[in-house]
């Protein structure tokens, strides 16, 4: 009787590395579009995990993914309402080469297309900031964002049409090239 509890933990404990391995990163990202701070994003992802550790590993290990990113999203929510106060969400990623291997120029403009999203970003709803960064940042289908933020997929496809079609009158030329509908 022993060795089988013993066995249940050891895979529990395997199922919870293997998806702090695969989703941490993810995860600490979209909860820094949060708070706009790593320490608080790193606390909410933390929280997340130890969910999925008290949770029966066979129930969701087949909606990992959406369950992981709900769960988080629930958690910052709870935070911010605690803090009675909502930060935009705002991170986006530019750059693929490391800020060592660029000239001052070339950061400077990086800096500055990175402040003409995020003014972007904080421009729209609540909803089309979270959906385009669901979408876009950490690559969630319809049906994924859907079942994190509990809204209909219809409403999900509603939200990032509209967001991004916001985000093409708001933003110069050169920064939505990637925001076209074929990249959805």
Same mark, same amino acid.
């Given at each position: 009787?022993?060795?089988?509890?013993?066995?249940?933990?050891?895979?529990?404990?395997?199922?919870?590395?293997? @998806?702090? @391995?695969?989703?941490?990163? &993810?995860? +600490?990202?979209?909860?820094?579009?949060?708070?706009?701070?790593?320490?608080?994003?790193?606390?909410?992802?933390?929280?997340?995990?130890?969910?999925?550790?008290? %949770?029966? *590993?066979?129930?969701?290990?087949?909606?990992?993914?959406?369950?992981?990113?709900?769960?988080?999203?629930?958690?910052?929510?709870?935070?911010?309402?605690?803090?009675?106060?909502?930060?935009?969400?705002?991170?986006?990623?530019? *750059? %693929?080469?490391? @800020?060592?291997?660029?000239?001052?120029?070339?950061? *400077?403009?990086? %800096?500055?297309?990175?402040?003409?999203?995020?003014? @972007?970003?904080?421009?729209?709803?609540?909803?089309?900031?979270?959906?385009?960064?669901?979408?876009?940042?950490?690559?969630?289908?319809?049906?994924?964002?859907?079942?994190?933020?509990?809204?209909?997929?219809?409403?999900?496809?509603?939200?990032?049409? *509209?967001?991004?079609?916001?985000?093409?009158? +708001?933003? &110069?030329?050169?920064?939505?090239?990637?925001?076209?509908?074929?990249?959805?």
């Amino acid at each position: 009787m022993e060795d089988g509890c013993e066995k249940v933990i050891i895979n529990q404990d395997k199922f919870v590395r293997e @998806a702090l @391995a695969e989703y941490e990163s &993810p995860l +600490i990202g979209y909860a820094f579009g949060f708070f706009q701070d790593v320490e608080r994003a790193r606390d909410v992802v933390q929280d997340t995990f130890i969910r999925l550790y008290q %949770q029966d *590993a066979e129930k969701i290990q087949h909606g990992l993914k959406t369950w992981l990113f709900t769960v988080c999203r629930n958690r910052a929510l709870d935070v911010l309402r605690k803090e009675k106060r909502i930060v935009g969400l705002v991170e986006e990623e530019l *750059a %693929q080469v490391p @800020a060592t291997r660029r000239d001052p120029s070339e950061r *400077a403009d990086i %800096q500055e297309r990175v402040g003409q999203v995020h003014e @972007a970003l904080s421009r729209l709803s609540e909803n089309q900031r979270e959906v385009i960064l669901l979408k876009f940042e950490q690559g969630l289908s319809y049906q994924e964002i859907s079942e994190v933020t509990s809204l209909s997929t219809g409403n999900v496809g509603f939200l990032l049409h *509209a967001g991004l079609k916001r985000l093409r009158r +708001i933003l &110069p030329e050169d920064l939505i090239q990637n925001l076209s509908p074929q990249s959805l």
